[in-house]
């Protein structure tokens, strides 16, 4: 079976046909809430993040799959009313991959800017919420958010969790880790930034050990974790450069948080299906249309 998108929409929409509930009857609504969330798969994999220009790419290219389009104001609503239904999806596709089951997970964070201007900061809706950050690996700041993740090395993702900048990653950490379904025994393999032997007894607190580069002032050698390391920078490049994470279009916090998580309901599929198939886990460029 070849890997396309018309099969990814085809396994996202029998998934959440199977599992979602019957609504009552509604003369105005034609569109279901399965192929709501599939719309949403459709536009995280396709990479267009205004809702007007995806459903008239969708009317053109996804026409054999979905009779009908929602207009733009219906699409925005539903998908707004099927946040936590995506937040659930997204914990039903990542129970599907191996993934959900390792024993090795990754923690880290990365900046999610929402605004360029100093005009746009004053006036956004996520003033209340948001703050400046220092992206060390761009060396710059942004006005934004930070999105902390913990995920398998294969890149399925085991919980998420958007803060400000300010926030103390090793606090969202012990919240994340203690938010997995896990069996215990985890080693959690971080950056330096999750050092300090408070943190190392919480994380022990939560039967799971931490593992991280060794510091300049810390004696001894540590052990050499760039390879593994590597991987969770990999999947946010996955997520910013496929899936269009930064590219969100958010105005307000649940317009973020919904945007958030139909990019992650997306690439938890994607993982799910490529395994099924035998693929890289995270070879989703078949899938982009």
Known sequence: ????????????????????????????????????????????????????????VAGKRLGHLFPQLPQQPGYFKRRRRLADTLEWLL????????????????????????????ETVRRSQLGDAADYGWCASHSRYFWGFRLHAIC??????????????K?????????????????????????KGYAGRDFARSVSDLDATIVRPKRRDEPGDGPHLAPIRQRIES????????????????R????LRERVLQRFV????????????GRPSRALVDYCA
């Open 235 to 250: 999947i946010f490049w996955t997520c910013k450069d496929i899936l269009t994470l930064e590219r969100h279009g958010a």
């Open 91 to 118: 914990g039903i596709f990542a129970s599907q991959s191996p993934g959900a089951q390792d024993d090795l997970l990754l923690v880290d964070s990365t900046p999610v800017p929402c605004a360029q201007s100093r």
């Open 1 to 56: 079976m070849d890997a396309d998108l018309d099969l990814l929409l085809t396994t996202v929409f029998c998934t959440a046909d199977d599992l979602l509930p019957d609504r009552q009857a509604n003369a105005a609504r034609r569109v279901t809430d399965a192929e709501v969330v599939t719309l949403c798969v459709a536009q995280a994999i396709m990479g267009i993040p205004s809702d007007r220009r995806f459903l008239a």
């Open 252 to 255: 307000t916090l649940a317009g």
């Open 167 to 191: 926030a103390d990653e090793r606090d969202v950490a012990l919240q994340l880790l203690a938010r997995c379904e896990r069996r215990g025994g985890e080693i959690l393999l971080g950056d």
């Open 152 to 165: 398998a090395p294969d890149g399925t993702p085991r919980a998420l969790a958007l803060r400000s900048p």
């Open 266 to 277: 997306c690439l938890a599929a994607a993982i799910t299906l490529n395994h099924q198939l």
